[in-house]
């Protein structure tokens, strides 16, 4: 039937008019599909922080899909009325209104008069989104009589496949309605703050009168157009007594909109409130591989799948940092100030705050100073200065050296040639001659040394160690190089931090200590639900026991001591819980750091020159001043305190683990007469046969040590000559003679080139 009749009744016309014969339209329509498959709606995605406030909007199209029962019965009237008031009447065709069309393009040759019936219209518009290329778009739009006949061959199938109210829904869904709305729903949103079910006469009218010409009719840009626009909607329902006089006369009095209860469709992480923040997010989302096999597949999935994405960010303790950055710092300045706050634990990443905002003038950027350059956004870091200590710290305690361990740390050293063992053999500088920066005590503890930061003391601890140690460690913890994304660097000046991470790599590292030698990966999203609601897999929360807890607990007790009286970081200590950290300064102080912890937050910030090639930042300036003297505890660390103090505001007081190890000195083969002992029997009956014994947390007695002494390690124990190290560990639980495996990392760091060492 519509190959004859339509071919026989409609084409002629289109022959007389345009050549088109009644033969090319039978077998245009006899081509085609006798099935119409519907085009996906693209729905936007949202990002949301923990407490379910809105981060961002992604989206192609903004909309929001709605059931037809979800819109108001005057706006389904007054789009029928305007577009095809003889919609429930008649096919896929109106005769009446093609007829009419055809006469009135009869002068043109071409199609510039409608009288497509919502069904065609709701067809043109799935075949444009349907469209993947320019020329697939093209031919979708084209204004020939083959798109028309095209159209109408589709427009029975939709009609076969769906009823009235059905397609009516999904043409209301899927149109465009101006200034960035998509579907009658975020219209309604967008231009009047309420949802499609409460639409009135007026606003009606004017959304019916959009679908047209969605940019010419825009009131956002020409009011007047909108409402003229309008008005002829408005009359035309009059005319088709869907409305009364006096409802009319009303109408036509409103104004076509309240400029007040326009909501800006703020697409991006660019018009979120958090944009640095978001692109991260972003980013991790488009690594995924479950939503696209690259990136730009990932992207467009995210973009139009109509996800609702629900991430870590605590706004309280964002707007605690922000704030903290805000009063230390201002835009314009020459210099750069960033902190990252992580959830120890977990690796949840609970703010991240810069002092630069999003955009492109002046004291703003689109870089992201607190991760790494494999991230959209991501600027590289900055070297790590001596807060990479504690990794040295954290090397010598495993080995099992006493925190009270001493060095003689003379103000300079000469490492000329000296050389120090690595993952593949070992490595020297020539002429290497580094120097103290601080007032030290000649002959440190490593509590004492790392109170002052004494450079010579961790020189002389790392080649000790051994710098392979050191880098396993700093890699089991999430270091690498942030600009190049290679391993840290094993050469002598290594343990004075010669490489550049980001403040949220050092945050999760020093989370790590916080949680007891447990490393969690930084960890954003913690739920992506789809467009119908059901949870999506995702990767939650990945941490590992990298370290022993004992090993951790003496890096807690030391850089506690750090924040205690004596220390560089001891101006910077706040309320009752323990807290722990480090400073950090490069040469020349091109970087500032202050890295430190609780045992339920922690936070790195820096303050840096802002760009390569980098500059001291004596002379920069910083909340709006030359800086005469710059430090981790004087500069970087009131950014760490302020963050810190508001932060952890609410959480119960927490105190370290006390370490639980007893170190002696003397000959190891009379070791196992302790085991059993308690701690402060043990340290007693070591003493009395002549050994030099020490307990790691200071004072250790029964009553603060839980469990007895179990077993020593038989590694150092079995064939150690005399006058080793031994550590004898305080059971916890486990069986005599169990312990944990020493973590290994599966990726060797090279043995870099010397480097010159950092304060």
Same mark, same amino acid.
């Given at each position: ?49 923990? @407490? $379910? ?5 992604? *989206?192609? #199209?903004?909309?929001?899909? +709605?059931?037809? !029962? &979800? ?107 101006? @200034? $960035? ?5 975020? *219209?309604? #949103?967008?231009?009047?703050? +309420?949802?499609? !079910? &409460? ?561």
């Amino acid at each position: 039937m519509l190959s004859g009749a339509l071919a026989a009744g409609l084409a002629i016309p289109f022959a007389g008019l345009a050549g088109f014969t009644t033969q090319k339209t039978s077998e245009t329509l006899q081509d085609l599909p006798q099935q119409f498959d519907e085009v996906p709606l693209k729905q936007k995605s949202q990002i949301f922080a923990a @407490d $379910g406030k809105l981060i961002a909007t992604l *989206a192609e #199209q903004n909309r929001v899909p +709605v059931k037809l !029962s &979800q819109v108001a019965p005057i706006m389904q009237k007054a789009i029928v009325a305007i577009e095809d008031d003889r919609f429930y009447e008649h096919g896929a065709l109106d005769m009446k209104g093609t007829l009419r069309a055809l006469l009135q393009n009869q002068s043109s040759g071409s199609v510039q008069q409608g009288g497509s019936s919502i069904t065609q219209q709701y067809v043109k518009i799935s075949l444009v989104e349907k469209a993947k290329t320019p020329e697939e778009v093209a031919a979708a739009t084209a204004d020939t009589y083959q798109r028309k006949v095209a159209e109408l061959r589709y427009a029975v199938a939709v009609e076969k496949q769906y009823s009235k109210n059905e397609i009516l829904e999904k043409y209301l869904n899927l149109a465009n309605f101006g @200034d $960035g709305a998509w579907g009658i729903q975020q *219209a309604a #949103q967008h231009y009047f703050s +309420v949802n499609a !079910s &409460q639409l009135t006469l007026a606003q009606a009218a004017m959304l019916a009168g959009l679908v047209k010409n969605p940019t010419g009719y825009d009131p956002t840009n020409n009011a007047k157009r909108a409402k003229d626009r309008r008005d002829v909607v408005i009359r035309r329902m009059l005319e088709l007594h869907v409305i009364s006089l006096s409802q009319a006369n009303s109408a036509l009095k409103t104004p076509v909109i309240d400029p007040a209860k326009v909501r800006p469709n703020k697409l991006g992480c660019a018009n979120g409130p958090y944009p640095f923040y978001c692109e991260y997010v972003v980013s991790e989302l488009e690594n995924n591989k479950a939503f696209g096999k690259t990136r730009s597949e990932a992207s467009n999935y995210i973009k139009t799948a109509g996800l609702t994405i629900r991430t870590s960010l605590d706004p309280k303790i964002q707007a605690a940092a922000q704030r903290s950055i805000d009063t230390h710092s201002k835009p314009t300045d020459q210099a750069v100030a960033a902190i990252t706050i992580v959830e120890p634990g977990t690796g949840v990443v609970k703010a991240m705050a810069q002092s630069r905002t999003y955009g492109n003038k002046r004291g703003q950027t689109a870089y992201n100073y607190n991760v790494g350059k494999s991230y959209a956004g991501g600027y590289g870091g900055y070297q790590i200065g001596s807060t990479m200590k504690a990794f040295t710290i954290a090397a010598a305690i495993q080995k099992g050296l006493p925190l009270n361990y001493k060095i003689n740390s003379p103000d300079t050293i000469d490492l000329s040639g000296k050389k120090f063992s690595t993952c593949e053999g070992t490595t020297s500088a020539p002429d290497y001659t580094p120097k103290n920066s601080t007032k030290n005590v000649p002959d440190p503890t490593m509590i004492q040394a790392a109170q002052k930061s004494t450079n010579t003391y961790f020189l002389q601890l790392s080649q000790q160690t051994g710098l392979c140690s050191i880098a396993r460690i700093s890699a089991n913890l999430g270091l690498y190089n942030a600009q190049s994304g290679e391993p840290l660097q094993q050469v002598p000046s290594m343990t004075l931090g010669i490489d550049y991470v980001t403040p949220l790599q050092l945050t999760a590292a020093y989370a790590a200590f916080a949680a007891r030698g447990m490393y969690c990966v930084p960890w954003l999203i913690t739920s992506i639900k789809d467009s119908a609601g059901k949870s999506m897999s995702t990767p939650g929360a990945n941490c590992k026991q990298v370290l022993k807890p004992e090993v951790a607990d003496g890096v807690n007790a030391v850089l506690h001591q750090v924040m205690e009286a004596g220390g560089t970081g001891s101006k910077l200590k706040f309320g009752n819980s323990d807290l722990a950290g480090k400073t950090g300064t490069i040469n020349q102080a091109k970087a500032v750091w202050y890295a430190g912890y609780s045992s339920k937050l922690a936070a790195a910030a820096v303050v840096a020159d802002a760009s390569p090639p980098y500059h001291q930042l004596i002379g920069q300036t910083l909340n709006g001043e030359k800086m005469r003297d710059a430090s981790g505890s004087g500069t970087a660390g009131p950014i760490w305190e302020a963050a810190m103090k508001s932060a952890l505001q609410g959480y119960p007081t927490t105190r370290f683990t006390a370490p639980s190890s007893i170190v002696v000195r003397g000959n190891v083969k009379d070791l196992p007469f302790v085991n059993g002992m308690n701690p402060d029997d043990a340290s007693n009956k070591l003493k009395q046969a002549g050994f030099e014994a020490t307990v790691a947390s200071g004072t250790v007695n029964s009553e603060e040590a839980a469990g007895t002494v179990a077993y020593t390690d038989p590694r150092q124990r079995d064939g150690a000559p005399e006058g080793s190290l031994v550590t004898i560990y305080v059971s916890n639980g486990n069986k005599q003679g169990q312990q944990p495996n020493e973590p290994q990392n599966s990726t060797k760091p090279p043995n870099g080139k010397p480097g010159r060492g950092n304060r």
